[in-house]
């Protein structure tokens, strides 16, 4: 029975270690999942003040919760891809201003995000038009040297099955490049205002 003691003894004492080095979940780190969520509730088109929630807290925790506001915000700052994504990204790049303040830099480099995301747009319709044009032109010489009549019904290129292949080739390419744009901008957003929240 003594060794059962014992064995459950050393079995208890090596719990009690194991607990006391496992990682205890900080309070900063719940400030800063505080202000994630706060941020999450105002891009989903809460009722969220951001600055009236941060003001709200003690000046001591009010740097963690907004570093939290501010990666959610710069997470929701994407490709518009669609008018959701484009709609949810200006709200974000918004909140992002104004948890910024007056901070100068980070005010300049939000105009910068702001302007590659209308730029994305543009260009990725310029290379659609030009890859439509493209393939227009390449079905009508087709057809020219068939020898059909120019009188026909005009072509679709969007039918073409070279279409779908290239402009998913283009626009990966296109989004790869802009996608490295914004995360340079967002990442010196979050180092700049980090910094300044400190």
Known sequence: MAEIKSTMDMVMERAARMAAAAPTTSD????????????ADY????????QGELAALPGKEQAE????MMQTLLRNVVLPRSKDLQETGELALRGVLLLAG???EVVSICRELD???KQYDQHKEQMTKQLEEAIRAQLEQQGAGRGQAGGRAPVNPALHPQYRDELARMLSGLNAQY?????????MVLRLFTAAAR
């Open 28 to 39: 900063d780190e719940a400030l800063v999942k505080k202000g994630m969520r706060l941020a």
């Open 43 to 50: 891009v989903n088109g809460k009722e969220v003040d951001l």
């Open 65 to 68: 919760v907004a570093g939290g």
């Open 102 to 104: 007056k901070k100068g």
């Open 115 to 117: 302007q590659i995301l």
């Open 179 to 187: 996608t490295e744009a914004m995360d340079q901008r967002k990442a």
